[in-house]
């Protein structure tokens, strides 16, 4: 199995609101990563798991909350948030730079389109 | 910091070859090239590592030249199903771990 799955496709929420994103793989990865995406821009990094921890957080604003529930799951929880955060939110996954995996090339999931009202 | 990438658009005709350039002002530890068509997740296609290992597709060649931190991708024979934005990302490892950073991309379009 080379995929990675994201659930909703698509979500829309007004700001009182809270929600989640959900991203799966099945690849034996050991890092798992969520990128923000806005229309006509390239993937922006937001948070970094590897072997189920957060190793990088790009100073993202705590409306947003990630979480890694064990080595195949990873999930994005969302609350209080501003028209500006609608966006492609995008999951992917690799083998993870510790522990000395030479080749760290990200496998993307479809995204999840989110629309804050 | 962002990866500078070259050309931002290039239109060409089915046959023709292309060349795009990403460049970094940073010490890198690979280069990775994406492709994402409209309305759809980027698809790995190429890993170049510092010291001249390289992973990817059979039909994709790419460059890096490490004195530089430059890399390109070359598309020959271009074929319709070559149409999306190509995006350059670029790795720097650190205890943290791995962090990827994409250049802004280069929008191919491949006409009959």
């Known amino acids: 199995d080379t995929e990675v799955t994201q659930t909703p496709k698509h979500l829309v929420m007004g700001m009182t609101n809270k929600k989640s994103l959900k991203c799966e793989q099945h690849m034996g990865h050991r890092a798992m990563y969520w990128y923000k995406q806005k229309a006509k821009k390239p993937p922006e990094l937001m948070f970094v798991y590897s072997y189920e921890k957060l190793s990088i957080n790009e100073s993202v604003p705590s409306r947003f909350s990630p979480e890694c529930p064990n080595s195949s799951l990873l999930n994005l929880h969302l609350h209080a948030l501003q028209p500006e955060d609608s966006a492609l939110y995008l999951c992917?996954?690799?083998?993870?730079?510790?522990?000395?995996?030479?080749?760290?090339?990200?496998?993307f999931g479809p995204g999840t389109r989110l629309t804050v009202l | 910091q962002q990866p500078v990438q070259s050309p931002q658009a290039v239109i060409l005709r089915e046959g023709e070859d292309a060349v795009i350039n990403c460049s970094s002002s940073?010490?890198?530890?690979?280069v990775h090239w994406y492709r994402q068509k409209h309305g759809e997740a980027p698809v790995f296609l190429m890993i170049l590592l510092k010291g001249g290992e390289q992973k990817g597709h059979d039909k994709i060649s790419a460059s890096f030249n490490e004195k530089k931190q430059q890399s390109s991708l070359y598309l020959t024979a271009s074929q319709l199903s070559y149409s999306g934005t190509y995006f350059c990302g670029t790795e720097i490892r650190e205890t943290s771990g791995s962090r990827l950073t994409f250049g802004e991309g280069t929008q191919l379009t491949v006409n009959p």
């Open positions: 940073k010490a890198l530890y690979s």
């Open positions: 992917a996954s690799s083998q993870g730079a510790q522990r000395g995996a030479r080749y760290n090339e990200q496998f």
